[in-house]
């Protein structure tokens, strides 16, 4: 039977939720793509390297989660990019491919400067904003992912949820689940090198 291939992303962090994650995705042994704010790195320094050493992909969600409206300057843009790609680099000695803009919203500054600076913007799959941000009840996200889980599904969730522990309870249920069902949980990269290797079309990926 052909592999099912879905990619968990969590946006926001790191904080001090994300440890649980991680040691959730390592029993599970699942990967997935950590989508960080800058602001946030020096002080979970140490989660950051640990993300990396697990094998996730860590990549760029902006430095201070700033909302790219069409008023918002085109040094804004790249001074919220580079300071995290810097920041990211400086501790991890790596970089990803991956810029995820806060909202999702995206206009051709964004993917031009983004694009300026080794990244390509991604989003999620529509079908799957589990809206976890807004602690809507562990059922609640645990229903959203796995009643819509489709092979190359991107699905967004946080790992910086003002204190809210019901990402990780739901991931419980997920992670276990999503493997009963066959599906391997991997990176966004992972994702993307196996969509592109099977088909020339990426999948289709749009905010809500």
């Not at 946006?11 to 946030?40: M, W």
């Not at 059922?139 to 819509?148: D, F, G, M, Q, S």
């Not at 889980?149 to 419980?172: E, F, M, P, W, Y």
């Given at each position: 039977?052909?592999?099912?291939?879905?990619?968990?992303?969590?946006?926001?962090?790191?904080?001090?939720?994300?440890?649980?994650?991680?040691?959730?995705?390592?029993?599970?042994?699942?990967?997935?793509?950590?989508?960080?704010?800058?602001?946030?790195?020096?002080?979970?320094?140490?989660?950051?390297?640990?993300?990396?050493?697990?094998?996730?992909?860590?990549?760029?969600?902006?430095?201070?989660?700033?909302?790219?409206?069409?008023?918002?300057?085109?040094?804004?843009?790249?001074?919220?990019?580079?300071?995290?790609?810097?920041?990211?680099?400086?501790?991890?000695?790596?970089?990803?491919?991956?810029?995820?803009?806060?909202?999702?919203?995206?206009?051709?500054?964004?993917?031009?400067?983004?694009?300026?600076?080794?990244?390509?913007?991604?989003?999620?799959?529509?079908?799957?904003?589990?809206?976890?941000?807004?602690?809507?009840?562990?059922?609640?996200?645990?229903k959203k992912v796995l009643n819509n889980a489709r092979n190359g599904d991107i699905v967004l969730l946080h790992d910086n949820v003002q204190g809210s522990t019901q990402t990780v309870q739901a991931l419980k249920i997920i992670l276990p689940e999503l493997?009963?069902?066959?599906?391997?949980?991997?990176?966004?990269?992972?994702?993307?090198?196996?969509?592109?290797?099977?088909?020339?079309?990426?999948?289709?990926?749009?905010?809500?």
């Amino acid at each position: 039977m052909e592999d099912k291939w879905i990619a968990l992303t969590f946006d926001d962090g790191p904080s001090k939720e994300t440890p649980q994650i991680l040691d959730l995705l390592k029993q599970y042994e699942a990967k997935a793509t950590f989508f960080v704010l800058g602001k946030r790195i020096d002080s979970f320094a140490d989660v950051v390297k640990r993300e990396v050493a697990e094998g996730h992909e860590v990549a760029n969600h902006t430095f201070d989660h700033t909302f790219f409206y069409s008023n918002v300057s085109w040094g804004t843009i790249s001074n919220e990019i580079v300071k995290t790609k810097n920041k990211i680099e400086a501790i991890t000695g790596q970089s990803s491919p991956w810029f995820r803009p806060p909202g999702g919203i995206i206009n051709d500054a964004v993917v031009e400067i983004a694009k300026k600076n080794g990244y390509t913007v991604i989003l999620w799959s529509w079908h799957q904003d589990t809206n976890d941000w807004k602690a809507p009840g562990v059922n609640a996200i645990v229903k959203k992912v796995l009643n819509n889980a489709r092979n190359g599904d991107i699905v967004l969730l946080h790992d910086n949820v003002q204190g809210s522990t019901q990402t990780v309870q739901a991931l419980k249920i997920i992670l276990p689940e999503l493997q009963k069902r066959g599906f391997r949980i991997v990176t966004v990269s992972e994702l993307m090198a196996n969509k592109v290797a099977k088909q020339p079309a990426l999948p289709e990926i749009a905010g809500e």
